[in-house]
């Protein structure tokens, strides 16, 4: 059994190209038990999502959660999925594109934009090989995660290096780290609060900022995560002109027994319910793209909290998706780490010819 995986087909004279790998967290295929197991036993067999010792994860994971999640999970993935599918792949699709086409106003030379996911489909492997086949032989890796995380952007970063693991001819990579205080992105953000609140009839009480969880021993070892969200949080609320009252940081998502970073969300709907906040807005600056996380966790389970503890109204605003925004955001940030791999001078014509000469002088090297 061969160790390399093979080659793409490749004539000297192909034209080569700059590859950029759009990577997220990922989705089941269907929101039924039966596509939930495969998908969860691979995103929580990742010891960058879980760190516990081996045996004892085994035991938990294969003998109670993929027992009894997938169920609850298929149920709350139901509520959400579109006709198109998982909302997070169908807005991923959408981004994918979208770049595609903004990329293409900015820069004439060859390039190419793949989506790939941690786990589930597309993978990344999947990504690497469609990128590869259209000759890329340097590729951009862009998480689609604003603020790092080893459970997020460096999981994304594993599946990479487990494709080249097995490559022979290795392409140049460059990754992006974050982006979790570019301006660009900062103002995608502002742009689409402030869109809100200008169709919902102004600012609320309080603006609950929420950023998916972590166990707090991550940032007690040395993950930037928790210092980075807060940045953000800041960053926005400074663009939007808020005061310290008018805003808080809070984290989403906890699981298990263990101590997670705070303030935790719904702690924080529970105590704005009970002091009779007359309307939140919430929103997650962490997620590129609407997912179950966002849509049943915050916009439903959230809303539930609030109001039931008494409080007024709740406005979940969403992802920025394909927001136009963000879009230009994505341009910007890809094209800074473009630098010297891509350019609007590029010619067509000049590029062609030097095609015809390398494929004539290979083939004369070879007869």
């Not at 996911?117 to 890329?136: E, F, T, V, W």
């Not at 570019?182 to 609320?204: F, M, Q």
């Not at 928790?226 to 989403?252: G, M, N, P, W």
């Not at 969403?318 to 010619?347: D, F, R, Y």
């Amino acid at each position: 059994m061969a160790y390399y995986n093979p080659e793409p087909k490749y004539e000297h004279g192909d034209q080569l190209k700059v590859g950029i790998l759009l990577a997220n967290l990922g989705t089941p295929d269907a929101p039924t038990a039966s596509a939930l197991r495969p998908y969860l036993r691979q995103f929580l067999s990742d010891t960058r999502v879980v760190e516990i010792p081996r045996a004892i994860w085994w035991f938990i994971l294969n003998c109670i959660i993929l027992v009894v999640r997938p169920k609850k999970s298929a149920e709350k993935y139901a509520q959400v999925w579109l006709k198109e599918g998982s909302p997070l792949l169908v807005h991923a699709k959408k981004q994918t594109l979208l770049l595609r086409g903004f990329l293409g106003q900015k820069i004439k030379s060859p390039f190419a934009v793949e989506l790939g996911m941690s786990y589930g489909n597309p993978s990344i492997q999947s990504a690497i090989d469609k990128l590869r086949a259209q000759h890329c032989d340097r590729i951009l890796v862009f998480p689609l995660y604003p603020q790092y995380a080893a459970s997020s952007t460096a999981s994304a970063l594993d599946a990479v290096w487990r494709v080249l693991l097995k490559t022979r001819n290795v392409p140049a990579i460059r990754t992006i780290r974050h982006y979790h205080d570019h301006p660009a992105y900062i103002a995608a953000l502002a742009e689409s609060v402030n869109e809100h609140w200008r169709i919902n009839g102004g600012k609320p009480n309080k603006l609950v900022m929420s950023f998916h969880g972590l166990p707090k021993f991550h940032l007690l070892k040395g993950d930037p995560y928790h210092c980075e969200c807060h940045k953000t949080a800041r960053l926005l609320a400074e663009s939007l002109s808020l005061t310290k009252d008018e805003y808080t940081v809070a984290f989403q998502s906890r699981f298990g027994k263990q101590e997670w970073l705070k303030p935790y969300l719904a702690s924080t709907l529970e105590e704005l319910g009970k002091a009779k906040t007359k309307r939140i807005d919430v929103i997650c600056p962490g997620f590129s793209s609407d997912c179950l996380e966002t849509l049943e966790e915050i916009a439903m389970e959230g809303k539930e909290i609030f109001t039931h503890a008494g409080g007024g109204e709740y406005h979940y605003i969403a992802a920025l998706n394909e927001n136009e925004a963000w879009i230009h955001a994505m341009t910007a940030i890809a094209l800074e780490n473009l630098q010297g791999w891509v350019s609007p001078e590029w010619n067509s014509e000049q590029a062609k010819k030097n095609a015809e000469m390398t494929h004539l002088r290979a083939k004369a090297i070879v007869s």
